[in-house]
T-cell receptor, first 111, second 111 residues
Framework: EADIYQTPRYLVIGTGKKITLECSQT?????MYWYQQDPGMELHLIHY???????EKGDLSSESTVSRIRTEHFPLTLESARPSHTSQYLC??????????FGNGTRLTVT | GENVEQHPSTLSVQEGDSAVIKCTYS??????FPWYKQELGKRPQLIID?????GEKKDQRIAVTLNKTAKHFSLHITETQPEDSAVYFC??????????FGAGTRLFVKA
C-alpha cells in the first residue's frame, strides 16, 4: 500500500549521540518535509525538499540536516543530540498543490 | 510574512452540538486550504479541503467555507460525536510551495 513510513517509532538516546531518523514514501511524491511537534501542539517546519538534490531550511531553526538522494527517501540527521531536541518528528510528502500525507512520527527522547 | 491564524485554541461542546473553527490568512496568493485532524498519539490526516475557486464544500457532517475577500475560512462540524474529539489544524497553501499551518484547535466533545 502506498504510504509514508518512519523509523524508528520511538527512540531514547543519550546526549551527544548522532542519530538519523528515517523517512520513506512509496507515493512518488516530489515534495517532502520534516516537522517538529510537541504532542498536540503546533507543527513547526524544520526542513523541506522540492525533489532529488533539493533541500531547504524551514521556519524553525534546527541543528539537524537532511539529504534527498532518492525521491522516496528523506532522512533527518542530528549530529549531536541534546535534551532540547526531545520532541516528536513528523515526516510528510505531497504532490504540488495537494495535501500533505504524514508519517506516524518518531518520538525522540534525549536524556 | 505569510501567516495563518486559527481560533479558538480550545473548544468544548456537548455531543450533538455544532462546532466552528475559524482561520484567517495573510497571503492573498493562497489558493488551497486543507484541514487536518490529529487524534491523540496519531498523525495528522486530511479531513476536507477547499480551493479558492469554490466558496463552500461539504462532506457528510463536516463543511468548509471560504471568504476570499475577507481572507478567512472556517470548518463546521455538525452533530458532533465523542470521536470528533481531536486537534484540528487549518492550513493555507500559497501558489509557490509553502503550506502554512494554523496553531491548532483542541476540540472536546462531551458525551
Amino acid at each position: 500500500e502506498a504510504d509514508i513510513y518512519q523509523t524508528p517509532r520511538y527512540l531514547v538516546i543519550g546526549t551527544g549521540k548522532k542519530i538519523t531518523l528515517e523517512c520513506s514514501q512509496t507515493m512518488g511524491h516530489d515534495k517532502m518535509y520534516w516537522y517538529q511537534q510537541d504532542p498536540g501542539m503546533e507543527l513547526h517546519l524544520i526542513h523541506y525538499s522540492y525533489g532529488v538534490n533539493s533541500t531547504e531550511k524551514g521556519d524553525l531553526s534546527s541543528e539537524s540536516t537532511v539529504s534527498r538522494i532518492r525521491t522516496e527517501h528523506f532522512p533527518l540527521t542530528l549530529e549531536s543530540a541534546r535534551p532540547s531536541h526531545t520532541s516528536q518528528y513528523l515526516c510528510a510528502s505531497s504532490d504540488w498543490g495537494s495535501p500533505l500525507h504524514f508519517g506516524n512520527g518518531t518520538r525522540l527522547t534525549v536524556t | 510574512g505569510e501567516n495563518v491564524e486559527q481560533h479558538p485554541s480550545t473548544l468544548s461542546v456537548q455531543e450533538g452540538d455544532s462546532a466552528v473553527i475559524k482561520c484567517t490568512y495573510s497571503d492573498s496568493a493562497s489558493n488551497y486550504f486543507p484541514w487536518y485532524k490529529q487524534e491523540l498519539g496519531k498523525r495528522p490526516q486530511l479531513i476536507i479541503d477547499i480551493r479558492s475557486n469554490v466558496g463552500e464544500k461539504k462532506d457528510q457532517r463536516i463543511a468548509v467555507t471560504l471568504n476570499k475577500t475577507a481572507k478567512h475560512f472556517s470548518l463546521h462540524i455538525t452533530e458532533t460525536q465523542p470521536e470528533d474529539s481531536a486537534v484540528y489544524f487549518c492550513a493555507g497553501f500559497t501558489g509557490g510551495f509553502k503550506t502554512i499551518f494554523g496553531a491548532g484547535t483542541r476540540l472536546f466533545v462531551k458525551a
